[in-house]
């Protein structure tokens, strides 16, 4: 749906952003997890049409939007990093304001605003001044206004930076419903492990202006390793099945343990496959499937030798 | 673009505060400096040359004779005087000599070309009468006669200032007082064009560009706010001054808007100049107020016309609207002109408005943050 590449900027001969390649796919919901200043709100801005990159280029469904930003700018929602509403006006006000500039049909507009307060839980707080919100409260509104519209892409740059965990648990369930239940395709920016682990189907991790590493959670993870250890719970277990699957040649090692057996494989090995046919002959039933990981954060340390939050 | 307009519209209703205090503001600062002008104010005069005592005494009678403008000017020793100008407890005073004088003031405040103005002129028609008597067989049936003339006109006498623009009769208090409202709109108008950059910073303004809203759009928005809540002021202060304090405003209450209007204009642009030059919002408000008050000052808003007449200054002056604003609302209101007689003030105003906003855009548009 959406693919960078190349994408570089410089801001005066410094360059923050370098040959940055990456895409999301309809529906997904992909994490861009760097330190404070690897280069993730620039790389955001370009993305969405708001800063022109010094060479690259963003496309969307093929067509580029450098030359014609107003395609992506239709079907996209942006969160800012900052909180980018009118301090001075109600929530509601400021709602209504960003549903009448992103053309919401008038017809639909008093509908629409509800909705999105039911969403982000201050329908009872639409009458009171942005300015007397807590924290958390601003951040939710400030996600509200760029859905309004419904776009079919939300971007959101540190949507939960410097907020009580509640409001960012409701937060993350909320994006996680729009990208689950309406299809919303999400590229969520953090500097917390934890929440893109939580949230995103693939993560890309940017330092100094570069994506240094990507993919999925777990193949993130196994850059840490040349092995990969899975723990694999069964209803029950025999000698033939454990033989079968210590003969898979990217197998190093098969441990059995309480309730099924962990296996050590080569890294990235497709071993799934095999292993349900093995269990299948022998009637055993695979109860549970886990690749045994350290988190992301040992990645990041790993690569840069530095922890995120430096 | 109406959006946009409407909030900026809604902030300042949700706040209304600002433009109270500043319309109240203007109407004070008029007040004070102009009630002043009303009761009699008075004045140290003082000699230091050696018949000082005779000095004082012919220059007491001459300056104190006739009451209109309400000066009056007392006699005290040197040291007094200037210890009270110096301290603050009064505004100036006057220096004596044999057939000038000089004027010994802390600041440039208002009352002070006023005061200038009424001592010149005694002055100049002594000059004028001492000249006149020298040669005479009867000095004293002579001056008599020649006061008496100069004072109850069959013969008018025109006193003129440098510049040659006629003094007499000129009220100095509406020129204050249109000064001084033209002044806080300046204010309010910076403040307002500042907003742009304001919701810069906070993303507002990207917020605004991923919409659908075109950025000409934007500006349009965001000027004609600030040209409105501008125009809105000022015309409310002018308003308030003919109907509730009953100043005169002159009789062409339609010119006066046109003009007003044209000033708005003009100087939302130069405060789009200027929120192009300064780097962001808060280095803005530590620069605007400062740099403003200067802007009518050097504009000699606040002196009788032609008493400004450094060059430079002038021409600095004229850069802003303010000057032209001012020769035009001084033309309507005092010397009634209709308004062909103010298209030059009008379209020099024009003129300062599109260069100024042409380069202003061009840099907000630059700025990034
Ligand atoms: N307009 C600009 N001019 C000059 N340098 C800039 C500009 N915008 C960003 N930078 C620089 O680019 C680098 C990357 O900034 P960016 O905001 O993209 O980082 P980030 O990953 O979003 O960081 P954070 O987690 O703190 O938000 C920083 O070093 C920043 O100083
Ligand atoms: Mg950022």
Known sequence: ??????????????????????????????????????GKSTTISMISSLLKPTSGDVKLDGKSVISDPGNIRKVLGVVPQEIALYQELTAYENLKFFGRIYRVPKGQLESRIQETLELVGLKDRQKDIIKTFSGGMKRRINIAS????????LILDEPTVG???????????????LNESNGTTVLYTSHYMEEVEQLCNRVYIMDHGKVIASGSHSELLSILSNEDTMKVQLNQMNEDFIKAIQDIDVVRQVEETGDGIKIIAKKSANIISSLVKFADQQNIQILNFQMENPSLEDVFLHLTGRTLRD | MISVFLAQLAKERRNPLLIIVFIAASIGVTLIF????????SISIFSEEDHAQAIEEKWERLLNEGDENNLHFVTTTPEEAKEDVQQGRSDLAVRLFENDYQLIKSSNIPTVPYVDQHVRKVFEKEAFISTAVEQSEDPEGLRAEITTKLDDPPMEMEVASLAGDELSNYDMGTQLMFAFTLLIA????????NNIM???????WDRMILSPVSKTGMYTAYITYACFIGFVQTMSAILIFKYVLNYDVGERLGLLIVIIAFFTFSMVSIATLFTGIVKNPEQFYAIYPSVIPIIPLISGAYMMPG???????????????????????INVVIYDANWQEIIQPLVLMT??????????VNLVERRTY
């Open chain 2, 351 to 360: 003129l300062i408005g599109v260069v100024a906003m042409g380069i202003g």
């Open chain 1, 163 to 177: 907020i009580d965990p509640q409001s960012r648990n409701y937060i993350l369930d909320m994006i996680r419903q």
């Open chain 1, 1 to 38: 749906m959406i693919e960078t590449i190349q994408l570089s900027k410089a801001f005066k001969e410094r360059t923050v952003v370098e040959d940055v390649d990456l895409y999301l796919d309809k529906g997904e919901s992909v994490g861009l997890l760097g330190p404070n200043g690897a």
């Open chain 2, 307 to 329: 008493t400004l007449n450094n060059p430079v200054l002038t021409f600095i002056g004229d850069l802003f609207p303010v000057s032209h604003a001012m020769d035009a609302i």
């Open chain 2, 198 to 204: 304001k919701d810069k910073v906070y993303g507002l």
């Open chain 2, 34 to 41: 102009t009630g002043g002008t009303q009761s009699p104010e």
């Open chain 2, 186 to 193: 300046m204010f309010i108008i910076g403040f307002r064009v």
């Open chain 1, 146 to 153: 760029a859905l309004l519209h419904n776009p079919k892409i």
